[in-house]
């Protein structure tokens, strides 16, 4: 089953993390979603909760 996409239409990268405050992917990865085996797009999917936490740290 193909993994849909996390965007939220509000493309805005951090900085200091590079990732978008919308999905939390970076833009290397948001770029070359389309592209990515399935595997690695849940493998992205699956780190936005570190992601969230990292953003939340700062």
Known sequence: M???SPCVELCRFD??????S????????????RK????RRHQIVN???R???KLAGR
């Open 22 to 33: 919308g999905c939390l992917r970076t833009l290397a990865e948001a770029r070359e979603w």
């Open 15 to 20: 900085g200091k993390t590079g990732f978008c």
């Open 51 to 53: 992601r969230e936490k």
């Open 47 to 49: 780190e936005r909760a």
């Open 36 to 39: 990515m085996s399935d595997h």
């Open 2 to 4: 193909a993994v849909k």
